[in-house]
């Protein structure tokens, strides 16, 4: 008898960065205040699923994000390392949307290799650790539901890997399927991917 369960992978809401940093890993980045409906938005959206086990990144924004979806269901908010914001070497310094890094030519040799991406953490590993972390919710939620909470980039790698497509694409947002308080949803029997869906509650 196989055991169905799904882990809905969360990026999470908008930040109250008024300097506009690239922030990545650093402490102290909470949600704005629009931020915070988003994640209220999505806690809404999960209201009514079989929600188990919430987990999110050790970053501030991730944790605030899955407040609501805990408190929603008398849950604990668990801490997943693996879940965290990739690594990037233009962390902590403001970098213009878009192409803005390569109209600098002092940026040229950090995006020598856009498919590794030679600027941060390889796509592979974010894709392998980001996995792990799905598996381990499916676990802890056996036959229900689960809840990770995680950023852009390792979010996008995540559903790139499980759905066959290439990791290296354009770091830009219109080339990735992860808005702000996205919830993209995997379907499991056992270990193995049935479906796979994406929702914006803040837009619905």
């Not at 992978?9 to 402490?27: D, I, S």
């Not at 909470?30 to 999110?56: F, N, P």
């Not at 970053?59 to 609501?68: F, G, K, N, V």
Request: charged letters at 25%.
């Amino acid at each position: 008898m196989t055991t169905r369960t799904t882990v809905h992978v969360m990026r999470h809401g908008e930040v109250f960065n008024p300097e506009k940093v690239l922030y990545g890993r650093l402490p102290g980045y909470h949600l704005s205040e629009r931020g915070q409906v988003q994640a209220r938005a999505a806690a809404d959206w999960l209201a009514d699923r079989d929600i188990v086990y919430v987990v999110a990144s050790p970053l501030e924004r991730a944790q605030e994000t899955a407040a609501p979806i805990a408190e929603r269901h008398g849950l604990p908010i668990a801490t997943d390392e693996e879940l965290i914001e990739s690594w990037n070497v233009f962390e902590g310094e403001r970098v213009a949307p878009g192409d803005g890094a390569l109209r600098d030519p002092r940026n040229w040799p950090r995006l020598r290799n856009p498919r590794k991406p030679s600027w941060g953490e390889p796509y592979e590993e974010v894709a392998a650790r980001m996995m792990a972390a799905m598996h381990r919710a499916r676990e802890k939620a056996a036959g229900h539901e689960a809840v990770c909470v995680s950023h852009q980039l390792p979010v996008e790698t995540l559903r790139r890997a499980m759905t066959g497509r290439k990791l290296a694409h354009l770091p830009l947002p219109h080339s990735r399927l992860c808005d702000l308080s996205s919830i993209t949803s995997f379907t499991f029997d056992d270990a193995k991917l049935v479906r796979w869906g994406y929702t914006e509650p803040w837009g619905i």
